[in-house]
């Protein structure tokens, strides 16, 4: 039998065994046996195993020995590194891990908290106790005082009590956006602190006071 002429066969056949997908261009498929067309390769077994570099018909003819596929799974390497996995298997752990990446991934929301400067004490409470649920969940908050009428020649009630929600909440946030009026409007944003920030925001004041 015709080495040569048996490996050819055997690429052509193994490179349309594997389907890309349709909606992808070439270059986004995933490279698979004979569509593997560098000539070396650095191979790394199904347990993450090196097997070194070696050119990759070599490659291949192991991946079928061991009945699975040889997968280009970092191809700017060089040599491009390939695996020996079955493909369903392979893609099947990308999605898995690709599915574990997103929910770990926390999308910030920006809520709102209204005000104004005749607000009672228990309603305040209130408020600022659904502020701190928000900055549990890593939001950010926006506090905004409207004020009507004659409350315009006292404006000043309205930096203070944002000034007070600000002091109520330094061990918990750190301010995104200062006290701003826009016409009848001021407001103010808070932003959560991450637990990495506050254990160097505690590790600073311990100094401090040291």
């Known amino acids: 039998m ?23 261009g070439w270059k986004d498929r995933i490279r698979v046996n004979g569509m593997i067309k560098v000539s070396e390769v650095r191979v790394v077994n199904e347990e993450g195993e090196q097997m070194g570099i070696m ?3 070599e490659a291949l003819s192991l991946a079928e020995e061991a ?3 040889l997968v280009e ?11 020996i996995i079955g493909y369903g298997k392979y893609k099947y752990e990308q999605s898995k891990n690709a599915h574990k990446s997103k ?3 926390h999308v910030t929301h920006l809520k709102e908290i209204k005000l104004s400067t005749k607000i009672e004490k228990h309603d305040i409470e209130f408020k600022m106790k659904n502020a701190e649920k928000f900055f549990a969940k890593g939001d950010k908050v926006k506090f905004t005082i409207r004020f009507r009428g004659r409350e315009m020649q006292n404006m000043e009630a309205g930096y203070n009590i944002l000034k007070n929600i600000k002091e109520q ?16 409007m001021l407001s103010m944003t808070l932003a959560g602190i ?17």
Not at 171 to 184: A, D, I, S
């Open 169 to 184: 909440f330094a061990e918990l946030c750190e301010v995104e956006k200062e006290p701003t009026r826009m016409g009848r």
């Open 55 to 57: 050119s990759s018909e």
């Open 67 to 69: 009945g699975m596929d």
């Open 73 to 83: 799974i970092s191809p700017n390497a060089k040599p491009p590194v390939c695996k």
């Open 2 to 24: 015709d080495l040569a002429g048996g490996i050819t066969t055997r690429l052509f056949f193994r490179r349309w065994k594997i389907k890309g997908n349709k909606k992808t």
């Open 194 to 210: 991450s637990d990495k920030k506050k254990f160097g925001k505690g590790e600073k004041d311990a100094e401090d006071k040291d």
């Open 103 to 105: 929910k770990k991934q």
